[in-house]
Structures are given as structure tokens and as C-alpha cells.
């Protein structure tokens, strides 16, 4: 009997699994070793990575059928063990102003919730971490929901792709259409705190960032935390992307209130963690964000301590006009009270640029994401053993 040589030797058929694997937010080098898995010779494996990575990141496939550079029984095989396939979109809600609130569902039942703002030079898209957050922020209705898990890097790039799919944004023919992308900015400002879930954001902003990917640049993503100090400088190391800061007060008392974080970490520990930040500079400055709040932390007295604390730090102060809520305790500050603490800081060197509100009227402004359907679900259990 003649030995079949190396390029007609049969590989063994591997059984394809009960629940087919996500290729979704693999890393490289995961994806690699997930095709050898499968029976894919090693010395292909990086060469089929790459193109499943370019069709899935670059053109926005959804299966592996559109997939024509690649065999017909291979694509018959990633079938069978794999898929590409987005999150479901369970509602969209569309605000006058043209901000997009996406209610997805994922992994187990659980919904969270994107945001794409559209500006007229820019758009950005605000996405979510993990399903529900921890840290009870007193003044963000996102964080009366109990923290139910953490997000995969899968899951993570995939509010990404659907928002793109949504938007019609894949390019054809290597152009984006109309000339220019819809999403040029992504913000981890959704729900839950992205340094919690240090691991699977890193993952998923790499393919952000992947020029051979989304490619969107580590300078046009911006991480928001409420300052989990211990991974803050691990994030500029190993992410590389802006920083923002929910910063909102300029005392510890407040503070403690606002962002119960504050009662681990302090004001003083913060600031001294911010100011070794990577690359800070005049080009790369960190973001304090700071939500204005009637008779609470909106005094002239806080913008001259706001100043003083953030001094030497290459900044800029975000004022957010604060976004009700159903039940909330607090009051948004007034107009005429927000100028007069913009131009504080302003005379003191700092852009204090006001957030004007978007998606109001959808409840998709900043503070105000909570996933609708967690709601009706206790309206329904209140309802059963009523």
C-alpha cells in the first residue's frame, strides 16, 4: 500500500462540539490555536487566522458562507465548530436628536445596552463593559443594577459590529462608504467599571485598535473608571488608550457619596496615580469627567478646589449636566450655575467644555443606561405574585 504523502495525508474528522465556539474577540494567537483544534495543519494555521481575521474585522462577515477564499469543506468545518454570529438586537430606539440606544442580547439571556451618538464631524459610540456594575454610584441610574457578570472580549467588540452593521458602515472595495466612517470614537463609558474587567477589555480594544482590524485609533478610545487605582496605570501600559476619570467631586465627604469607590481609594491616592500616567501630555490629556448637581458639589468653592487638586495634570474637565432619572435624589445644577463654574475653570488654563445632553428622551444619556428589559422582568415577577 503506497504512504500518502504530506499534502494528501487525511486528517481525522474532529466531532464538532454541542455549542459551537465564538471566534469573536480571540486574540490572534487564540484563533490559531482554535483552528489547530480542528485539525488545521500548523503550518496553516497562521495564514487561515489571518483571513478569517480580515474577513470578520475588515469586512464585517456574519458567516462563514461569504468566506471565498477559503475551501468549501474548510468553511463546512468552521461551521460546524465556530461562529461569527453578533449579539441579537432586542430593541432600537431612536432619539430626535439621532443618538442610537441598543438593547442586545447575549450570552445566557442577558441584555446590555451601546449608545452611538452621531455629531457633525464626528460619531461616537459608547459601549459596555459588563452586565450591570458594582460600584453604586449614587447619581447613575446603571448603577442601581446588580452586577450580574463581566462582558467577554467576544462580547465586548461586538456592540462595535453590530453598530457598524446597524449603520452601515463595513467599507466595500476597502472604502467606507459615503467616504467616511460613521464610528470614529468608541468610549467604555457604558454599563459596568472596565477595569474590573481588565482582561476582556484589553482584548477587545487590541481588535479596535488591530490595523488589520477595525482600526480605530488608540487616540480616538477613551476608558472611563471610576478610579480602580491599582489597574490605572496597567491600562496605559497594556491598552494605550485616553483616559477619563469619574471624578465628580472635590472632597473626599462627597466623594464617598457620589462614588463609593472614593471609601478604597481616596482623592489624594487617585491623583497621585493619574500623574503617572503613560504619554500624558498636552495631546493626550485625561478626562475628569464631573457631573453637575444642584447644591452638591456645583459650588464656585468646588471649581477653585477642582483646580487646585488637578494641578500639573495634562486635563481637560468634562461638565455633564446631570441626566434624571426615575427616583433619583439629585437635581441638575443650573444653567446659569454650570457657566459660572465653567469659567473658573476655564481662567484657571483647563477646556471645560458642557456636555449638551443627548438621547434624553430614550434614556440613553450619560448616567441614565439601564437595560429596559431588567425592568419589565420585575414588572412581569410583581405582576405573577400579585
Not at 469543506?73 to 460546524?80: M, P
Not at 488591530?210 to 490605572?232: A, F
Not at 462614588?259 to 493619574?274: D, G, Q, R
Request: hydrophobic share 40%; aromatic share 6%.
Amino acid at each position: 500500500m503506497t504512504a500518502l504523502t504530506p499534502e494528501t495525508r487525511v486528517m481525522p474528522r474532529i466531532e464538532p462540539p454541542a455549542e459551537r465556539l465564538s471566534l469573536l474577540g480571540l486574540t490572534r494567537d487564540a484563533m490559531r490555536e482554535a483552528l489547530i483544534n480542528i485539525g488545521t495543519p500548523e503550518r496553516q494555521a497562521k495564514m487561515r487566522t489571518s483571513q478569517l481575521w480580515s474577513w470578520i474585522y475588515q469586512k464585517g462577515a456574519e458567516d462563514f458562507g461569504v468566506m471565498t477564499n477559503l475551501a468549501k469543506d474548510f468553511r463546512a468545518e468552521l461551521e460546524a465548530h465556530f461562529t461569527v454570529a453578533r449579539p441579537e438586537i432586542t430593541t432600537l430606539q431612536v432619539s430626535q436628536d439621532g443618538t442610537r440606544k441598543y438593547l442586545l442580547k447575549i450570552a445566557g439571556g442577558h441584555e446590555v445596552e451601546a449608545v452611538y451618538i452621531p455629531d457633525e464631524n464626528r460619531g461616537t459610540l459608547c459601549i459596555s463593559s459588563q452586565v450591570g456594575c458594582t460600584l453604586n454610584c449614587s447619581f447613575c441610574h446603571t448603577g442601581t443594577q446588580k452586577l450580574v457578570r463581566n462582558l467577554s472580549a467576544g462580547e465586548i467588540v461586538a456592540q462595535v459590529m453590530v453598530a457598524r452593521d446597524d449603520l452601515d458602515e463595513w467599507p466595500e472595495d476597502g472604502t467606507p462608504r459615503e467616504g467616511r466612517r460613521r464610528i470614529t470614537n468608541v468610549v467604555l463609558m457604558g454599563m459596568g467599571e472596565p477595569l474590573y474587567n481588565f482582561e476582556n477589555v484589553r482584548d477587545a480594544m487590541h481588535i479596535v485598535m488591530d490595523n488589520e482590524g477595525i482600526s480605530i485609533s488608540r487616540r480616538r478610545i477613551t476608558l472611563s473608571t471610576s478610579g480602580v487605582v491599582p489597574e490605572i496605570l496597567r491600562a496605559g501600559e497594556e491598552i494605550g488608550c485616553l483616559l477619563a476619570i469619574s471624578f465628580h467631586a472635590t472632597t473626599d465627604a462627597v466623594r464617598d457619596t457620589l462614588v463609593p469607590i472614593n471609601k478604597k481609594w481616596n482623592i489624594e491616592k487617585l491623583l497621585e496615580t493619574l500623574r503617572a500616567y503613560p504619554r500624558l501630555s498636552n495631546s493626550e490629556r485625561i478626562t475628569f469627567e464631573y457631573v453637575m448637581l444642584k447644591d452638591v458639589n456645583d459650588s464656585d468653592d468646588d471649581a477653585r478646589r477642582l483646580v487646585r487638586l488637578i494641578s500639573g495634570i495634562p486635563a481637560k474637565i468634562n461638565l455633564i449636566p446631570f441626566n434624571p432619572w426615575p427616583g433619583s435624589p439629585y437635581v441638575r445644577s443650573s444653567w446659569g450655575r454650570i457657566e459660572a463654574f465653567a469659567e473658573i475653570v476655564n481662567e484657571a488654563g483647563y477646556a471645560s467644555p458642557v456636555r449638551t445632553p443627548r438621547g434624553e428622551d430614550i434614556m440613553a444619556a450619560c448616567g441614565q443606561l439601564k437595560s429596559a428589559s431588567e425592568k419589565q422582568r420585575k414588572s412581569a415577577r410583581k405582576g405573577a405574585t400579585a
